[in-house]
């Protein structure tokens, strides 16, 4: 709930003014706008738009990124960009990597003091990159899903053989979160790190069952950051040396 309301905030903020901005400058006139008119809710949603050079469709998994970037929505003042930058504009694929790059150099300078005072053998501000929010994602929702499954229906052996039948097992979810051709690819390769944990003893540990927002998942990715390597728990990794 926190993140959909800091998503809102964010929408009636930051985002509104910079498509404000935007359009008073009459920066969108100069694009070919193509106005999504419909997504259909089918197992290969298609995007239906129009646009100066008529209508169209596509598969939504078929659009290029030059093509993404042309899709706006209809908002209270006019065309919208659905991803945009700070000036309003569509934001392109390679953009991420600045948006990151800026924020972590942002953390650099906040948090490791002068050079007269740091351990140059220690790093004292988290390193984010696009790839790294994506893979804690997919680290994040198996645990999650594997916590909620063991914890809160309790399900037999027999019912989670019946739910793995119908729905998949948390692995196969993840996969489809991620978008991966194959399990093996997110069990071998994505989330290597946590393939040798037993995940299911590590949760089934728990002193206690869920309550309200699942309070205790931070003690769950805590053990895991101690237990897996290629793991970091950023709260270690910037407590003071000597700190107990």
Known sequence: MRVAAGIGDYVDSSRAWAVRSAQRRGLYDRLPVRLVTAVTRVRSPK??????????????????WQER??????????????????????LKPHSWNGVFATANRRCRAELTPSESVADPHRVYAPYATPHSARHSFALFML????HVMDHRYGPTPAERQDFRLLYGDPWFLVQGLLGHATREVTVDRYLAPVRHLQLESL??????????????????????????????????????AGAA
Not at 69 to 90: A, D, H, I, V, Y
């Open 47 to 64: 995007v239906r738009w129009s646009g100066p050079d008529g209508c169209g469709e596509r598969a939504l998994e078929l659009l290029t």
């Open 69 to 90: 970037m042309l899709l706006f929505t209809e908002g209270p003042q006019g065309p919208e960009p659905l991803w945009l930058n700070e000036q309003g504009l569509p």
């Open 203 to 240: 949760l089934s540990s728990a002193s206690a069952p869920l309550e309200g927002q699942m309070a205790d998942m931070d003690v769950v990715f805590a053990r895991l950051a101690h237990e897996a390597s290629g793991i970091q728990d950023i709260d270690v990794a910037m407590a003071p």
């Open 143 to 146: 645990v999650v899903l594997n």
